[in-house]
């Protein structure tokens, strides 16, 4: 009997990637292509539609080449939740004063909105107790609202259809305008099993999205891995490579589609917290450009700053909550590539490349571990200097789009050291401002034991001994596929097909324990003083805030 596969498709920041993944959910083989952005203005960040669906047909046929299409029983999509704009006849519809009508995604981390934002919080409605309170920038409403007032001519007026990216790419492929859960609820304010609520949108001056059924953003809706239409079009098929009819998932957000490659593994033998435990007793972290941080619970829980709760939006029949940070993988390249001795890395790292094959992060942890005694953890290094991370704004728990970073501790001394240590401060910021997150829910009720990590940021070891030292002693467990978004993005593909009879059952079948990275004790004390020292950090900023705003 021929091996069965299914395709898994991640639309990142900055690239597109595919996977052919087995039905027990080991990779057979990977591709990658470079996709554009542009920064048209500041806090404005843009894409193609074009260019990526060119893109994922690039790497689909790479990853199935010399395989039997027959063999290929489905594909499952994930993407940022970047929002597409498309006119009547599903042309792209430009998104910015320069008028490209390629450019007509205004990505995810595109905080033009921000103004927009604040206003809709203000205005109270009550769909704003599933976001935390606040409506974020980074959310389709604001953004929608933008257009409408900055761009009603040139876009507002000629769009027809409103995509949220992993939709429109579920859309290519099936020819289906039926949305995904996952993307209507978290980022839309979509609510099952009501649906939309005609009030607020009318409330926030966005009433013409009312016709036909809010036609333009979304009038049929069912859960992540749905089979949706009659499988890819004839088109499609062409485009990427496949049969007709090959079954197609209903999409996921890229950090759900991390979350279902994770969260749901079966971890009998590795002695962990977690296990006998229900599956609300973990917490999937994605971590790359950005990071999210998933907790699933069987009641909803209401989490002051943090996302949701989202009925079905990554498990089907469970609630999401959703904190996050809007730059982690981000942030840790700039702090390290706007170092003066920069430049000096790179040499060193070029120096050592063809032995030790190093990139610059595994470089600098060996380069951390050679800093600090031999009795001595890492760790400690980072006693002088401390940041705080939020140079994009506060996702979770604060949901505060205008707070700013800060580093405390600096010198005149700019050497390679100074470099390592502060790259050091800034993943332990990072950690910091996981605990920080973790705290919120846990005092909503959600009860976290283990944490599942991965993403890009998970491959660097000390980013994750870190997130373990510091997040109160729970273990982290890494996926045995290093690329668990793909796997979850496979996992769509399988439910579509009907090979698995749930979300569920796909992801403790194709999702496995690869490691588990055990807290250090020894280091308790420290995180437990320097989170204090965080949130001092905190309370400066917005007592700074407050002298500067006085008149």
């Known amino acids: ?105 205004v990505m995810w981390m595109d905080h033009r909105a921000t103004e927009q ?34 761009l009603k001519e040139s876009c507002w007026n000629k769009a027809s259809h409103f995509f949220d990216l992993p939709d429109f790419l579920s859309w290519k492929a099936s020819g289906s305008l039926t949305r995904s859960l996952c993307t209507l609820v978290c ?10 609520d005609a009030s607020f949108w009318t409330s926030i001056g966005l009433d013409d999205l009312l016709e036909n059924n809010f036609s333009k953003i979304g009038s049929v809706t069912c859960p992540p891995g749905s089979p949706l239409g009659e499988g890819l079009t004839q088109e499609a098929a ?39 435990q229900p599956i609300t007793a973990r917490m999937a972290l994605i971590c790359g450009t950005s990071t999210c941080h998933m907790a699933i619970s069987e009641q909803p829980r209401f989490v002051p ?74 760790d400690l290094l980072g006693s002088s200097l401390h940041v ?26 700019q050497t390679l050291d100074d470099l390592a240590l502060l790259y050091l401060a800034t993943m332990q910021a990072l950690a910091l401002g996981t605990l920080h997150i973790l705290e919120a829910m846990k005092e909503a009720g959600h009860e976290i034991r283990t944490l599942f990590l991965c993403g890009g940021l998970s491959k660097n070891n000390l980013f994750v001994q870190i997130h373990a030292n510091t997040t109160g002693g729970l273990p982290v467990v890494l996926p045995d596929q290093t690329e668990a978004v793909l796997v979850g993005a496979a996992v769509l593909g399988a439910c579509a097909s009907r090979h698995y009879s749930s979300i569920q059952e796909a992801m403790e079948k194709m999702a496995k324990v690869g490691k588990v990275v055990q807290p250090d004790s020894e280091v308790q004390s420290f995180y437990e003083r320097k989170y204090k020292v965080f949130l001092r950090l905190l309370a400066h900023q917005r007592e700074c805030q407050a002298l500067m705003s006085q008149r």
Not at 121 to 147: A, C, D, Y
Not at 187 to 196: A, F, R
């Open 117 to 150: 934002a604040d206003r809709i919080t203000k205005n109270g409605h009550r769909v704003l107790s599933r976001v935390g309170g606040v409506m974020s920038p980074e959310m389709q409403p604001p953004k929608l609202l933008w257009l409408k007032e900055n």
């Open 305 to 378: 700053g943090v996302w949701g709760p989202y009925l079905s939006a990554m498990v089907p029949g469970l609630w999401l909550n959703e904190g996050g940070q809007s730059v982690t993988g981000r942030l840790i390249d700039h702090m390290v590539k706007g170092h003066t001795a920069y430049t000096q890395l790179q040499e060193q790292v070029q120096q050592r490349l063809p032995f030790a094959g190093e990139n610059i992060y595994s470089y600098l942890n060996n380069h951390l571990s050679s800093m600090a005694n031999s009795c001595s953890a890492v």
């Open 1 to 105: 009997m021929a091996e069965v596969f299914y395709v898994g498709v991640d639309v990142g920041t900055a690239s597109v990637r595919a996977a052919l993944v087995t039905r027990e959910g080991l990779l057979k083989s990977t591709a990658q292509e470079p996709i554009g952005i542009w920064e048209p203005e500041s806090d404005h960040y843009v894409q193609s539609s074009t260019e990526i669906w060119e893109k994922c047909c690039t790497v689909v046929k790479k990853v199935t080449h010399g395989v039997e299409k027959s063999q290929i029983r489905g594909i499952g999509f994930d993407a940022t939740c970047s929002l597409v704009v498309l006119d009547q006849s599903f042309q792209p519809v430009p998104v910015s004063q320069e008028g490209d009508p390629q450019r007509n995604i």
């Open 187 to 196: 980022k839309w304010t979509y609510c099952p099993p009501e649906g939309w």
């Open 238 to 276: 062409a485009d990427l490579g496949l049969d007709p009819g090959t079954a197609v998932g209903a999409s996921l957000i890229d950090a759900h589609a991390g979350g279902l490659g994770v969260i749901g593994a079966d971890v009998k033998g590795f002695h962990l917290p977690c296990e006998g």
């Open 388 to 413: 705080w991370p939020d140079f994009h704004g506060n996702r979770s728990p604060l949901a505060d789009p205008t707070l700013k970073g800060m580093v405390v501790g600096l010198s005149l001394s």
